[in-house]
């Protein structure tokens, strides 16, 4: 870049101790939209997280000993300072990581407003275990305290949402935090640093410390004095996570990655299952843990689910992402786009059908985009159980459709592989949607809707889609350290 160039740039500092503090080196951040370089992030490494970890162990103390209420209405306070910015938020989002305006305007930004009400609410609500012994004259109870400095990683699809899904929890229960956004997107992390003094919240109590994983985030893993990390992001990571931290014998909750199947059978609302698993597929360029990627679908309706799905894939429009009308943005990189086209290409080259997207329709962009990292909605049919795109996950706006004929052999594909995040089951049988959610492997089964949450109940993933859950009661046990005490009078 030119020196004008890159005088326009934006530079983000780490937030330590309550103020922010430059880095000695950076690493540039793109714009998804237009493949340009428009942020500089700083690279932080040991000394960065040493400083951030001796703030948020200096501040717990006096953290720690606040009441819930108290840190409730700090938490509550900065909620209605990011909705108040909502706007600026949801365009820093949409800018850094790709995803369309109105996807960060209704979902990331409303969301992560949310987080933060949530936990100032659920903190306040909690009550411990007691039980009586009148033989020995004893009672026994519980207490939780918070644990100490906990170490927050998140990923780069729904940037602040995740970020704040820790945070929140991490200090409603008394912890002090250091976090670590992706360095991919770390843009409206850093507009929330500029907002906690005024929300209250003392510094030293979230410390964000910015860089990439193997640098900033494995120095984080690595200290001996921030006994717990709560990791989003994949699955080879957290192997990586769980063998730096197996010396300190941490306390890890891992979100991973998912192979998500929809089971369609033929007794399906077409009309509602056709628009939502469109949806599923493909919201957030495909981009959410959550999304569908394998699509099984009965026999006697295949072909008309083929057609009308296919129909309406091809009505979502791909474009600028600061373009309302827009359903699908740009990709977070130009190495995860190749990464998501050559999926694509395999299939091709195994014999698979491409219906419509990536290779097959024209992808018509705005003159300002043309650099960006685009892919229309692909789908893909007549692709074999043990191809990499039934197995792996593709992340991004890619979906395959395959036929089955019965109930017992579909929940048999759908378990075979190795994650097990989300699944969705259309049917209007109650005893079927019952039978098959049973016997899934996946820690979230949706029937008949998708992404539809209640926050207090457990989210996450079996097998090699996670370790741990979050929500209400799952949050608070794995943010608190559990004690049991016995009186005897
Ligand atoms: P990633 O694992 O590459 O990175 C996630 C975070 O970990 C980033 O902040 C990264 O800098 C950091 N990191 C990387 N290497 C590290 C190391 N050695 N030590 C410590 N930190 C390190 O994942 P990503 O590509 O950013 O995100 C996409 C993945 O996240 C997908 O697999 C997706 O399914 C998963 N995901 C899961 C959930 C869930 O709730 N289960 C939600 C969203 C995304």
Redesign the pocket.
């Known amino acids: 870049p030119t020196m004008a160039h890159s005088k326009a740039l934006l530079v983000l500092e780490n937030f330590i101790g309550g103020k922010f503090v430059p880095c000695s080196s950076y690493v540039d951040s793109y714009n998804p939209s237009t493949g340009d370089v428009y942020c500089r992030v700083p690279d932080s490494g040991r000394e960065e997280v040493e400083a951030a970890v001796k703030a948020a162990k200096a501040a717990f103390p006096i953290w720690s000993s606040k009441s819930p209420l108290e840190r409730s209405q700090i938490l509550n306070k900065l909620a209605d300072l990011i909705e108040h910015d909502l706007e600026a938020f949801a365009q820093a989002e949409s800018k850094d990581q790709g995803k369309t305006i109105t996807f960060a305007r209704t979902v990331d930004i409303p969301r992560a407003v949310h987080n933060f009400r949530f936990f100032a609410s659920s903190i306040l609500h909690h009550v411990t275990e007691c039980t009586e012994m009148p033989a020995m004259g004893c009672v026994h109870y519980t207490s939780r305290a918070p644990v100490g400095v906990a170490g927050l990683?998140?990923?780069?699809?729904?940037p602040l949402y995740?970020l704040t899904w820790k945070i929140a929890p991490a200090i409603a229960c008394g912890n002090t935090v250091v976090a670590?956004?992706?360095?991919?997107t770390s843009v409206t992390a850093w507009m929330m640093c500029k907002l906690l003094e005024k929300a209250g919240v003392p510094p030293g109590v979230v410390n964000v410390v910015f860089g990439?994983?193997?640098k900033a985030?494995?120095a984080?893993?690595c200290h001996p004095d921030v006994p717990l990390i709560s990791?989003?992001?994949?699955?080879?990571?957290a192997q990586?996570?769980t063998e730096?931290s197996a010396p300190h014998c941490k306390r890890l909750s891992l979100?991973?990655?998912?192979k998500n199947p929809a089971i369609i059978f033929d007794d399906a609302d077409l009309s509602q299952c056709i628009p939502t698993t469109v949806r599923s597929s493909f919201a957030n360029q495909g981009e959410?843990?959550l999304c569908t990627s394998r699509i099984f679908v009965q026999r006697g309706i295949y072909s008309e689910f083929l057609k009308r799905f296919v129909a309406e894939a091809k009505k979502w429009k791909t474009g600028n992402p600061s373009d309302p009308t827009s359903d699908v943005g740009a990709l977070i990189s130009k190495e995860h786009l190749e990464k998501v086209r050559n999926y694509v290409k395999k299939a091709q080259a195994e014999g698979a059908r491409v219906l419509c997207g990536e290779g097959v329709d024209p992808l018509a962009l705005p003159p300002g985009n043309q650099k960006g990292y685009f892919m229309l909605p692909t789908v893909i049919a007549e692709v074999k159980d043990e191809s990499c795109c039934m197995q792996e996950?593709i992340?991004g706006p890619v979906t395959c459709v395959v036929a089955f004929d019965t109930e017992e052999e579909v929940i048999e594909r759908a378990n075979g592989v190795k994650y097990g995040?989300a699944a969705t089951v259309w049917s209007s049988n109650v005893g079927r949607v019952h039978r098959v959610a049973h016997r899934l492997q996946s820690g979230l089964v949706w029937t008949n809707c998708w992404l539809v949450r209640d926050l207090n109940l457990p989210?996450?993933?079996m097998k090699a889609?996670?370790i741990g859950r979050e929500g209400a009661k799952d949050s608070y046990e794995f943010f608190t350290e559990v004690k049991t005490i016995t009186i005897k009078h």
């Open positions: 990683i998140s990923p780069w699809n729904l995740l670590k956004p992706s360095e991919m990439t994983g193997a985030g494995e984080l893993v990791f989003t992001g994949s699955t080879l990571t990586r996570i730096k979100e991973l990655g998912g959410i843990c996950e992340f995040l989210f996450g993933g889609s996670g």
